[in-house]
């Protein structure tokens, strides 16, 4: 059973910077799409970053390219996703998620980023930026 612990959110002042941690456990095979995922109240659920385990390039939306990363520890099986110059707008409950065994990749190899691709979801972490 894949599950998927986060850590590192919190609050801070307008371009301050934050790295949120995504440790995945209980897979069996090694290529999949994980990243984050984001809500706001009374707002959608974004997918903010996301990447293929397997290669290929990953998935920011327009709202934080540039200014968010996300990398990945292969050895610990961790997802990170560092966050700078952040902005009042960014502040939401932020969400581990994984498509696990599989994923859907767009042209360039890039994952989708459709939350109904996502089966496993971590507890979520607040960010508030003020």
């Known amino acids: 059973h894949v599950q998927l612990v986060e850590s590192g959110g919190g609050s801070v002042q307008t371009g301050e910077s934050l790295r949120l941690s995504c440790k995945v456990s209980?897979?069996?095979?090694?290529?999949?799409?994980v990243g984050w995922f984001r809500q706001a109240p009374g707002k959608e659920r974004e997918g903010v970053a996301l990447?293929?385990?397997?290669?290929?390039?990953?998935h920011y939306s327009d709202a934080v390219k540039g200014r968010f990363a996300i990398s990945r520890d292969d050895a610990n099986n961790t997802q990170y996703l560092q966050m700078n110059s952040l902005k009042p707008e960014d502040s939401a409950m932020y969400y581990c998620?994984?498509?696990?065994?599989?994923?859907?990749?767009?042209?360039?190899?890039?994952?989708?980023?459709?939350?109904?691709?996502?089966?496993?979801w971590g507890q979520g972490t607040q960010v508030t930026v003020s």
């Open positions: 990447l293929n385990t397997g290669g290929g390039r990953p």
């Open positions: 209980g897979y069996k095979f090694n290529n999949y799409c």
């Open positions: 998620a994984a498509a696990y065994p599989k994923c859907t990749m767009l042209g360039g190899g890039v994952p989708r980023a459709l939350s109904d691709d996502y089966n496993y």
